[in-house]
């Protein structure tokens, strides 16, 4: 089974710099990856996915991710964050030769000081 | 708009009751997962179906107990069983008979549920 890591539980950044979220799966096998959000008190919704193809993804609100097989990383990143950045963010795998249901981070809480 | 509704949004109950959640959705999706959030520890699968009238427990379905008697309703019983059961519930969809299946998930926006 597959299990996902994100290295960092908070990740405190000032307005205006870039911010990168780090995120390691287990298995080097073809994966599909997704980021999420969660704003507070409300639901995850997709900020972006990797199926195939170019390993650079770009989602909403201006963020990336970069898929390194290798690695087997998905880490997110933005260059400019705003106040409104601030939330919840989940990594996610899905294995496309067994189950469909995806496994999930523990998360990272972004937190953007003014 | 489609979209998945839970309700409620936030309920109280008393240690030895059991109590419901609703999930209804109308984005034609096969299959309905349950989660459980806790802070720090991520999402953890209580309950997921694939279609009407089946269900799979998840990884800590004790305590828990589910429907699938409609596509677009999949509510989640917390019984008194439960030992901690103060948390922050997700409801999800999928698409599974797609090419390719991808696991993509849609949420609801939650039920938070505390114990007195």
């Known amino acids: 089974a597959q299990s996902v890591t994100q290295l960092d539980s908070q990740v405190p950044v000032f307005e205006e710099a870039p911010v990168e979220l780090r995120c390691n799966y287990s298995s080097s096998v073809s994966v599909y990856l997704f980021w999420y959000v969660q704003y507070p008190n409300q639901g995850l919704q997709l900020l972006l996915k990797y199926l195939s193809g170019s390993t650079l993804v770009k989602g909403i609100n201006g963020f990336e991710a970069e898929f390194n097989k290798s690695q087997t990383s998905f880490h997110l990143r933005k260059p400019s964050v705003h106040i409104s950045d601030t939330a919840e963010y989940f990594c996610a795998v899905s294995d496309p030769g067994g189950s469909y249901i995806p496994t999930f981070g523990r998360g990272t809480s972004l937190i953007v000081h003014p | 708009d489609g979209g998945i509704t839970q309700s409620p949004k936030y309920l109280f109950r008393k240690e030895g009751q059991n109590v419901t959640l609703s999930c209804e959705q109308n984005?034609?999706?096969?299959?309905m997962y349950w989660y459980r959030q806790d802070p720090g520890q991520g999402l953890r699968l209580i309950y997921y179906s694939q279609i009407v009238n089946d269900f799979q427990k998840g990884d800590i379905a004790e305590g828990y107990s589910v429907s699938r008697e409609k596509k677009e309703s999949f509510p989640l019983t917390v019984t008194s069983a439960q030992k901690n059961p103060t948390a922050f519930y997700l409801c999800?969809?999928?698409?599974?008979?797609?090419?390719?299946?991808?696991?993509?998930?849609?949420f609801g926006e939650g039920s938070r549920l505390t114990v007195l």
């Open positions: 984005l034609n999706h096969d299959a």
């Open positions: 999800a969809s999928s698409i599974i008979r797609a090419d390719p299946n991808t696991g993509e998930l849609f």
